[in-house]
Structure formats: structure tokens, C-alpha cells
């Protein structure tokens, strides 16, 4: 084996360490996040011309989403590492996972994501990602599969620099449980024109059209 693979195998390595402290703190905020909700009442606090209310109108800023209206209460994440180009390089490295888990009493169905890279054309996302269309017919038994939302989705990558994904070996979220578009990677390489990139994550689903943002972005200064 090289020494620039041994350099990425021990890189690697440290992911895991790197994933469960990143779940610990994410898990504690959401622990402050429900204990704070419990002593409101979201119904007497909110406007009542609102159908969507989230916990961090009242909350000091936690993201545990939840909508009153359709009992939907989700808490979607990023935890990821970065490999900063080494010498005589030009691509940053990201490596993570987008996570969502149903806090609410009832399934999250028809999950979609957004991952959106902003501006546009600053990086790359690749993952477990079929390249067809959700209505396409496809018999998989992977543990693990995704497919764009959009047929255009090519146009929707190049213009808005957003990644409209559905997954294929699941069709919910049952209360308590995770979905997790893991180990996908971001390849950013330096430009002249632009020294800030940040990446944004949101669920949405067939009860609510309007997206629920991430508790965290991952973002750059270049």
C-alpha cells in the first residue's frame, strides 16, 4: 500500500471517533431542545395564521422542527469531517452523513431531501445515488439507496446547485427511527471567483411541502 493511501486509511479511521462525538453533542442539544419545548404551549404562543411552527421561534435557536398542525416533529442533522488539501493540492475533501429522526408519534412518509451547495458550481456531491428518476420502476435490495426526485435534475444541480433526493429502500420514518443518506462526499476545489461555500440540508415529506432545515450547515471561507 502507498503512503498517500495509508494517509487516507488512517484519515478514515477517524471518522467513526469523529461521527460519535458529533452524535453526542447533537443528541444533547436535542435533549435541552425538548425539555424547553415541554414547558410551552406552541398553540397559545404561536400566530395562529401560521401552519408551520418551529420549536426555535421559542427555543433560543435549537432546530428541532415540528409543525403542530400535522404532529411532525423531526430533528434533521449533518455530521461530517473535512480533509483539508495537502500540500500541492487543490480539493477539500468532505465526508459525511444527513440524518433525519422522527420525533413525532407518527410515520414521516414519503421523506425527500435537499442538499443544497451554494454558489452552485463551487463543489461536487456523489454518494449512494441511482441515476433514473423516482417514478422509474427499479427492484433493489440494497441497504442503502437513493434517486434524484427530478428528471431535470442535472439542470436543477447546474443552476441552483441543489440535490433533490428520495431513498429507495424506505418509503417512512417510523417514530424514534433514523434515515441517514450516509457517506456521501463533497469535493470543493478553489476558485478565484469564490471564497464562500455553504452547504444546507432539508427534509421534506408528503404531510408538509414546507422543508425543515438542519440543526447545522457545513460551511467555508476559501
Known sequence: MSKRNNQLENKRKKIMA????????????????????????PIKEANPNQLLFRS????????????????????????FVTFLPEQGEEETLVLGNFSIKNEGNSPLKQPIICIRISPP????????ILMMHRNDQVITDAEEEWTHVYRDWKKRIQHHGEY????????????????????????????????????DGYVFSEASSEGFPA???ISFRL
Open 18 to 41: 469523529n461521527y460519535e462525538s458529533e452524535i453526542k453533542r447533537l443528541y444533547k442539544l436535542l435533549q435541552q431542545s425538548q425539555k424547553i419545548w415541554t414547558n410551552v404551549d
Open 121 to 128: 458550481k463551487a463543489a461536487h456531491l456523489s454518494g449512494k
Open 56 to 79: 426555535n421561534e421559542y427555543n433560543n435557536g435549537s432546530s428541532l422542527n415540528i409543525d403542530v398542525e400535522k404532529n411532525i416533529s423531526i430533528l434533521p442533522y449533518f455530521h
Open 215 to 217: 440543526l447545522n450547515n
Open 164 to 199: 433533490w433526493l428520495q431513498p429507495l429502500h424506505c418509503n417512512e420514518i417510523n417514530p424514534n427511527e433514523t434515515l441517514t443518506f450516509s457517506n456521501f462526499e463533497i469535493r470543493i476545489r478553489k476558485k478565484n471567483n469564490i471564497s464562500n461555500i455553504n452547504i
